[in-house]
């Protein structure tokens, strides 16, 4: 929600897009004004495709990825989330999730197989996997800023290493700007580093808080998909004429000036402000941002990947949570996830976080 909630311009336009009907399960004009708006700032994205969430943009990303090469495998990062489909649900953080164990019952063995799991930050473990498996691989999908682990930025030549590889071994690389789409740039995370991956897949923001997905890329892989190809893909609720009319009036005010650098100003005096107040109160914390994602990880050490992520002290995590919601203020309720600023939170907002958090610091 990077405008808040109840932005009077998205209540209003949602409120007249209701009366015109709020389904047709067809292509509308409102679909191909979002979709020209998306390709215009997503330097990867020449054709995309709408759908109804963050998961079914992943899932159907893949399922291209591999109907493009031919191939099975799948590469993805321990701590980074992708959604809640089968083979995107592998344990993260264990040596054990390199072979594709399931993560959540339910889950078949035999679907997780192809999931590899290789460490954020790590080309080496990349090189490994793609060694053991060589021509196997269709894709690589990474989220180019971690936020599903606590905010866990790229280490410099992270992505250009992703992309080096995957342009030599021919496998899809993918962004999922799920949570970046947006939010770290207009033209999001491929914008704010200049890497450009071959696909990216889109939630949250360019709906303007409606369900919403997207996947995009090169033109020549996306029109591998239905209709024009034979990869399948379709969903009754895409492209809802609601969730197009809350995500193009977003993305307009997203284009307004200044809008962004007020956005990473307010963020930098939270996140700056709340590390502040916890060397104040002499509780240690390792505190990471990028745009108006941050994290406050309960560590002393550097988080780097998942490994370190999961260091942090998450009892201390868990009663500083409930001693910030006592004093009103409502957090992510995980170490593990990542905070987000909107244009909405005023200064006061966020003098009165940083002296609640100073507060409930000094009690651990
Ligand atoms: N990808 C990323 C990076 C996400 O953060 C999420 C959700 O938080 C998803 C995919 C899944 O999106 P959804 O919850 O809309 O299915």
């Known amino acids: 929600m990077i405008l808040g909630h109840c932005h009077p311009r998205i209540v209003a336009s949602l409120q007249r897009a209701t009366e015109n009907g709020s389904s047709f399960g067809a292509p509308t004009e409102l679909e191909i004004t979002l979709a020209e708006m998306v390709v215009a700032a997503v330097p990867s994205i020449e054709m995309v495709r709408m759908v109804s969430s963050g998961t079914e943009a992943t899932m159907s990303a893949i399922r291209l990825a591999r109907g493009y090469t031919g191939r099975d495998k799948i590469i993805k990062f321990s701590g980074c989330y992708h959604g809640h489909a089968d083979s995107l649900l592998v344990k993260a ?202 994290c406050a990880f309960f560590t002393n050490g550097e988080v780097h990947d998942w490994t370190s992520a999961a260091k942090c002290d998450t009892k201390s995590f868990a009663t500083f949570f409930r001693s910030m919601l006592e004093e009103g203020i409502y957090l992510a309720p995980s170490q593990f996830e990542t905070a987000f600023v909107s244009i909405a939170h005023s200064s006061e907002d966020i003098e009165k976080t940083i002296a609640a958090a100073f507060s409930c610091f000094k009690k651990l």
């Open 93 to 294: 953080g264990s040596g054990a999730a390199t072979f594709g164990v399931p993560d959540s019952p339910g889950v078949p063995k035999d679907f997780a197989q192809h999931t590899l799991t290789a460490t954020f930050n790590d080309l080496e473990s990349v090189k490994e996997l793609i060694t053991d498996h060589s021509g196997d691989v269709a894709c690589i999908i990474v989220e180019p800023i971690a936020g599903n682990m606590g905010t866990v930025p790229p280490r410099a030549g992270f992505l250009e290493g992703l992309r080096e590889i995957c342009t030599n071994e021919g496998i899809i690389l993918i962004f999922d700007e799920v949570m970046t789409g947006f939010r770290v740039a207009y033209g999001g995370a491929q914008e704010r580093y200049g890497i450009t991956p071959d696909m990216t897949t889109l939630g949250k923001i360019i709906g303007g808080g409606l369900p919403v997905g997207a996947f995009g890329g090169k033109r020549e892989i996306m029109q591998q998909l239905s209709p024009s190809g034979g990869v399948y893909q379709a969903g009754t609720l895409s492209g809802n004429p609601l969730a197009m009319t809350a995500g193009i009036e977003t993305l307009k005010l997203l284009q307004e000036d200044g809008f962004y650098s007020r956005l990473e100003e307010k963020s930098r005096a939270l996140a700056e402000g709340i590390a502040d107040a916890a060397r104040r109160a002499g509780y240690p914390i390792y505190s990471t941002r990028v745009g108006s994602m941050f």
